[in-house]
T-cell receptor, first 110, second 116 residues
């Protein structure tokens, strides 16, 4: 089974609203990464948060990590139609291998 | 600079034939990954190479799948005696291993494999 599991599976919001996606995982990690995939640009890395970090920001993105709950969240503020994509979390171990979840499909309606 | 490239971009083959998929990672990246993604699904880990270490093959679905990485750079994923269930997009990624461990993966555009 996948290490990272995203929740919800699908999310539909209006442009300008915030979108929150969650990721849960099972075993110890070295880092957690969020990626975006759309038909135009393929899979693109968004942000990486290490196990000793609790929160990280990048532009309109905010990621939190709670290692005690083995969970992470990705918040996209002031969403745009161009944010429509699938979002994946990937957990990285010290051994280097990353495991991806099945993703959250975000639709932002203009 | 150049990103990760994969070839071919599309491959249509007949059931039972062998196929080879190629990945050129970003120069200097020591880690290389292969994943498979079926339509509407997440990424399924296949195999991982790191430097000169033995590859992690734990994700290969059967012994029909194999991969090599020559000279620590280019990688080839080979699927023998292809089956229809092998149809998917095969993605390659590379990563720079830094002082704090493993970093972001840069993905190629993928090879869409269709087995008739």
């Amino acid at each position: 089974s996948q290490q990272g599991e995203e929740d919800p599976q699908a999310l539909s919001i209006q442009e300008g609203e915030n979108a929150t996606m969650n990721c849960s995982y099972k075993t110890s990690i070295n880092n957690l990464q969020w990626y975006r995939q759309n038909s135009g640009r393929g899979l693109v890395h968004l942000i990486l948060i290490r196990s000793n970090e609790r929160e990280k920001h990048s532009g309109r993105l905010r990621v939190t990590l709670d290692t005690s709950k083995k969970s992470s969240s990705l918040l996209i503020t002031a969403s745009r139609a161009a944010d429509t994509a699938s979002y994946f979390c990937a957990t990285g171990s010290n051994a280097g291998k990353s495991t991806f979840g099945d993703g959250t499909t975000l639709t932002v309606k203009p | 600079g150049a990103g990760v490239s994969q070839s071919p971009s599309n491959k249509v083959t007949e059931k039972g034939k062998d196929v080879e998929l190629r990945c050129d990672p970003i120069s200097g990246h020591t880690a290389l990954y292969w994943y498979r993604q079926s339509l509407g699904q997440g990424l399924e880990f296949l195999i991982y190479f790191q430097g000169n270490s033995a590859p992690d093959k734990s994700g290969l679905p059967s012994d029909r799948f194999s991969a090599e990485r020559t000279g620590g750079s280019v990688s080839t994923l080979t699927i023998q005696r292809t089956q229809q269930e092998d149809s998917a997009v095969y993605l390659c990624a590379s990563s720079l291993v830094g002082g704090q461990g493993y970093n972001e993966q840069f993905f190629g555009p993928g090879t869409r494999l269709t087995v008739l």
